[in-house]
Protein backbone atom coordinates (compact mmCIF):
# COMPACT_ATOMS: atom_id res chain seq x y z
CA UNK A 1 0.00 0.00 0.00
CA UNK A 2 0.94 3.37 -1.24
CA UNK A 3 -0.41 6.86 0.39
CA UNK A 4 -1.77 8.72 -2.43
CA UNK A 5 -3.28 12.56 -2.59
CA UNK A 6 -6.41 13.05 -4.12
CA UNK A 7 -7.41 16.32 -5.01
CA UNK A 8 -11.19 17.25 -5.80
CA UNK A 9 -12.35 20.42 -8.04
CA UNK A 10 -16.19 21.10 -7.07
CA UNK A 11 -18.80 22.68 -8.79
CA UNK A 12 -19.24 26.51 -8.31
CA UNK A 13 -23.18 25.35 -7.62
CA UNK A 14 -22.33 26.16 -3.67
CA UNK A 15 -26.02 25.43 -2.83
CA UNK A 16 -25.47 22.04 -4.40
CA UNK A 17 -22.41 21.34 -2.60
CA UNK A 18 -24.48 22.22 0.57
CA UNK A 19 -27.29 20.17 -0.29
CA UNK A 20 -25.09 16.75 -0.34
CA UNK A 21 -22.02 17.99 2.03
CA UNK A 22 -23.67 15.88 4.98
CA UNK A 23 -24.01 12.93 2.92
CA UNK A 24 -20.88 13.50 1.43
CA UNK A 25 -18.98 13.78 4.85
CA UNK A 26 -20.59 10.86 6.22
CA UNK A 27 -19.23 8.27 3.59
CA UNK A 28 -16.12 10.38 4.34
CA UNK A 29 -15.85 9.44 7.74
CA UNK A 30 -16.69 5.80 7.09
CA UNK A 31 -14.08 5.80 4.69
CA UNK A 32 -11.72 7.15 7.58
CA UNK A 33 -13.25 4.33 10.40
CA UNK A 34 -12.04 1.50 7.62
CA UNK A 35 -8.83 3.07 7.36
CA UNK A 36 -8.81 3.95 3.28
CA UNK A 37 -9.10 7.58 4.05
CA UNK A 38 -6.12 8.95 6.00
CA UNK A 39 -7.02 13.00 6.21
CA UNK A 40 -9.60 15.25 4.18
CA UNK A 41 -10.99 18.80 4.01
CA UNK A 42 -11.65 21.71 1.88
CA UNK A 43 -9.26 23.79 -0.28
CA UNK A 44 -8.73 27.51 -0.17
CA UNK A 45 -8.82 29.25 -3.33
CA UNK A 46 -11.91 27.97 -4.43
CA UNK A 47 -14.23 25.19 -4.32
CA UNK A 48 -12.33 21.60 -3.69
CA UNK A 49 -10.95 19.35 -1.64
CA UNK A 50 -8.05 17.48 -0.50
CA UNK A 51 -8.27 13.56 0.50
CA UNK A 52 -5.33 11.72 1.53
CA UNK A 53 -5.81 7.47 1.47
CA UNK A 54 -4.34 4.55 1.11
CA UNK A 55 -4.24 2.00 -2.25
CA UNK A 56 -2.07 0.04 -4.25
CA UNK A 57 -2.12 2.73 -7.26
CA UNK A 58 -3.72 5.80 -8.31
CA UNK A 59 -6.51 4.05 -9.99
CA UNK A 60 -7.21 2.08 -6.89
CA UNK A 61 -6.86 5.61 -4.94
CA UNK A 62 -10.06 6.82 -7.14
CA UNK A 63 -12.14 3.85 -7.26
CA UNK A 64 -11.93 3.95 -3.25
CA UNK A 65 -13.16 6.58 -3.54
CA UNK A 66 -16.04 6.10 -6.59
CA UNK A 67 -19.00 5.70 -4.17
CA UNK A 68 -18.55 9.61 -2.76
CA UNK A 69 -22.29 11.16 -2.88
CA UNK A 70 -20.60 14.24 -4.24
CA UNK A 71 -19.09 11.94 -7.07
CA UNK A 72 -22.78 10.31 -7.90
CA UNK A 73 -24.53 13.75 -7.45
CA UNK A 74 -21.98 15.83 -9.67
CA UNK A 75 -20.55 18.12 -7.15
CA UNK A 76 -17.24 16.57 -7.87
CA UNK A 77 -15.99 18.19 -11.59
CA UNK A 78 -12.74 16.76 -11.56
CA UNK A 79 -10.09 14.76 -9.71
CA UNK A 80 -7.31 13.40 -10.12
CA UNK A 81 -4.96 11.10 -7.71
CA UNK A 82 -1.08 11.43 -7.19
CA UNK A 83 1.40 9.13 -5.33
CA UNK A 84 2.83 10.73 -2.00
CA UNK A 85 5.65 10.30 -0.24
CA UNK A 86 5.62 11.89 3.29
CA UNK A 87 9.01 13.10 3.22
CA UNK A 88 9.02 14.74 6.86
CA UNK A 89 6.27 13.93 9.68
CA UNK A 90 3.72 11.20 10.04
CA UNK A 91 0.22 10.76 8.94
CA UNK A 92 -1.74 9.34 11.37
CA UNK A 93 -2.65 5.58 10.39
CA UNK A 94 -0.17 5.45 7.86
Known sequence: MAIFAVQYTY???ADRVATFRPEHRAHLDELHREGTLLLSGPLGGGPG?????????EEDAL????????????????????EWTVAIGEIPGA
Open 49 to 57: GLLIVTADS
Open 63 to 82: AKLDGDPFRREAVIIHRVAR
Open 11 to 13: TDD
